[in-house]
């Protein structure tokens, strides 16, 4: 894909949608009760999942990679990179090719899991998550276990990149329990905005919500902070590309 494709999706300027898609996976961690008779969000997640959809299917198809890296950056999380100064000259263990010398060393973590790759499977993957802790409760098979390839330079960005997009939910949901879990509302400045939540399931049956204009004050300062990353994915897509 072209770097003139990323610039037409800009153009369409999804930040509302991924404002609803915020907003959407936050329901469906502390009360998808709220979801049941409201589709205002279904063609704004559509369209941010096409989104994320498309920058994964670029960035696989650009390059060949070996199974077993592939497999582990795929299903673990986490990741973090170090440069290294290899010795032996080993070629990179992600594309295998002989001339690719490894130039840093990336570590793949984190229990691992089968991320969403399409709004129905987006139900199944937040319910992973602790609404108290943002830390994952099922699925938490290879948990502790930690899995190291040295890679050469253009694989290093290359995998890094995809692997934000291919986790990128996931960090979102995370990143969304943090907040809320921590931030206080407006109108009852002594509970935080999970507090309030749980307080209305006490005492209600039926699936009474949080004060809409609440729910995205509260919301706006990781909303914004997770917009900017996700827009970054676009451009680190465009550099990717202009490098080649």
């Given amino acids: 894909m072209k770097p003139e494709r990323f610039r037409r999706d800009q153009d369409q300027n999804p930040k509302n949608d991924f404002k609803l898609y915020i907003e959407y996976l936050f329901w469906l961690v502390f009360d998808k009760r709220a979801l049941d008779q409201d589709s205002k969000y279904n063609a704004p997640v559509q369209r941010i999942m096409n989104i994320l959809s498309t920058y994964q299917s670029t960035l696989s198809s650009s390059g060949r990679w070996s199974p077993d890296f592939l497999s582990e950056v795929n299903q673990r999380p986490k990741l973090r990179k170090v440069n290294i100064v290899d010795e032996e000259e080993t070629s990179c263990a992600a594309c295998k090719i002989t001339s690719h010398k490894a130039q840093s060393a990336v570590t793949l973590f984190g229990a691992e899991y089968k991320p969403p790759m399409k709004p129905?499977?987006?139900?199944?993957?937040?319910?992973?998550?602790?609404?108290?802790?943002?830390?994952?409760?099922?699925?938490?098979?290879?948990?502790?276990?930690?899995?190291?390839?040295?890679?050469?330079?253009?694989?290093?960005?290359?995998?890094?990149?995809?692997?934000?997009?291919?986790?990128?939910?996931?960090?979102?949901?995370?990143?969304?329990?943090?907040?809320?879990?921590?931030?206080?509302?407006?109108?009852?400045p002594g509970l935080t905005l999970t507090q309030k939540l749980a307080q209305k399931q006490r005492h209600s049956k039926d699936s009474e919500r949080v004060d809409p204009a609440c729910l995205v004050a509260t919301l706006q300062g990781v909303t914004s902070k997770l917009w900017d990353e996700f827009d970054e994915l676009k451009s680190g897509l465009i550099r990717l590309h202009s490098t080649k």
């Fill in 120 to 188: 129905s499977e987006l139900d199944r993957f937040c319910t992973m998550f602790s609404p108290d802790t943002g830390t994952q409760r099922i699925d938490t098979n290879g948990d502790g276990q930690e899995f190291r390839f040295k890679l050469g330079t253009t694989c290093t960005k290359r995998s890094m990149l995809y692997h934000e997009v291919r986790h990128f939910s996931y960090h979102c949901v995370w990143k969304i329990i943090r907040h809320c879990t921590k931030s206080k509302t407006d109108n009852q």
